[in-house]
């Protein structure tokens, strides 16, 4: 069975630095599928940026970027120039499958709490 | 457009009773998940449906929970004889077609149940 770890509950940074949440997965397919969801106290769950297994480059999206470490199964998200906005809940996500055989559900991780101070 | 609803916000019921939670699916999304977020801890699979079909509902925990979709878009989560354990949030979402890396959960603003 696939998990998702977050080893991290809680985390702070400073409004305009940059911070790194972790995630560990256990998996033994080979193709597969990596999100960053934020989930703020509106309970919204918002997809901040997704990583296909297959690809060996790292995704990027504006401010945040994963370090994507497939053989040893780390998919780590990094904020730059954190906002007071980011503040919020991350979960890191994992989907199996590619293709037809995908099945689409997310198996999730215990979510890490992020605080931006001002 | 109007993204993923889900009513009711906050649902209070006591324990046995029977509740059900609504989902409307953002429009034309063909694929639809059920997932149960308790307090503190990430959302859990719990059921998916392609179309008007239940493709996978290897999450719901027993036979109290059952889930419907009988036109292939608003979908209802039942739960018989409520306990007190069933209190969390419900999430809801939605994506185009159900396979494929690129077709993105679009997840409403879940149901708080709270069982007493």
């Known amino acids: 069975a696939q998990t998702v770890t977050q080893s991290q509950p809680e985390m702070s940074v400073q409004e305009a630095e940059t911070v790194t949440l972790s995630c560990t997965y256990d998996t033994s397919e080979n193709n597969y599928y990596l999100f960053w969801y934020k989930q703020p106290p509106s309970r919204q769950m918002i997809l901040v940026i997704r990583?296909?297994?297959?690809?060996?480059q790292n995704a990027t999206e504006n401010r945040f970027s994963v370090n994507f470490q497939k053989a040893a199964k780390s998919f780590s998200l990094k904020i730059s120039d954190s906002q007071l906005g980011d503040t919020a809940m991350y979960f890191c996500?994992?989907?199996?499958?590619?293709?037809?055989?995908?099945?689409?559900?997310?198996?999730f991780g215990q979510g890490t709490t992020l605080q931006v101070k001002p | 457009g109007a993204g993923v609803s889900q009513t009711p916000s906050n649902k209070v019921t006591e324990k046995g009773k029977y509740v059900e939670l609504r989902c409307d699916p953002i429009?034309?999304?063909?694929?639809l998940y059920w997932y149960r977020q308790s307090l503190g801890q990430g959302p859990e699979f719990l059921i998916y449906?392609?179309?008007?079909?239940?493709?996978?509902d290897s999450g719901l925990p027993n036979d109290r929970f059952f889930a419907v979709r009988p036109e292939g878009s608003v979908s209802t989560l039942k739960i018989q004889r409520t306990e007190r354990g069933d209190s969390a949030v419900y999430l809801c979402?939605?994506?185009?077609?159900?396979?494929?890396?690129?077709?993105?959960?679009?997840f409403g603003p879940g149901t708080r149940l709270t069982v007493l």
């Open positions: 429009s034309g999304h063909t694929a």
């Open positions: 996500a994992f989907m199996t499958g590619h293709g037809s055989s995908n099945t689409g559900k997310l198996i």
């Open positions: 979402a939605s994506s185009f077609v159900g396979q494929g890396v690129d077709n993105e959960q679009f």
């Open positions: 449906f392609q179309g008007t079909g239940a493709a996978d």
């Open positions: 990583q296909e297994a297959y690809k060996q």
